[in-house]
């Protein structure tokens, strides 16, 4: 699903005009990346929570060259389900 069809789901889950969707994904987004640069966690209840997490630098290769490297140390949003997210994408099994 692209961003798009994200926002027309919105629009019909929700009622919300596409114009009001759109203003809210921003809002969703800005807020949990907000919240994650200062080291914040954002949970929402059977859904899930957002987190930033530090990777600090590592070996690796150039992929180019092959050459060894050291990639550099990144912080990175991580997003961890819920139990009832998780039951719900096994069902099938």
Excluded: W, Y
């Excluded at 789901?9 to 990346?33: C, Q, R």
């Excluded at 914040?40 to 490297?69: L, V």
């Amino acid at each position: 699903m692209n961003k798009k069809e994200l926002l027309q789901a919105i629009s019909i889950e929700s009622g919300l005009s596409l114009k009001d969707s759109k203003i809210f994904l921003k809002a969703f987004t800005n807020v949990i990346v907000e919240d994650a640069k200062t080291g914040g966690k954002t949970s929402i209840p059977k859904f899930g929570s957002f987190f930033c997490r530090h990777k600090g630098p590592r070996p690796g290769r150039n992929m180019h060259t092959g050459a060894p490297m050291i990639i550099d140390e990144t912080n990175v949003l991580i997003f961890k389900p819920a139990d009832s997210i998780k039951k719900i994408l096994n069902s099938d099994k």
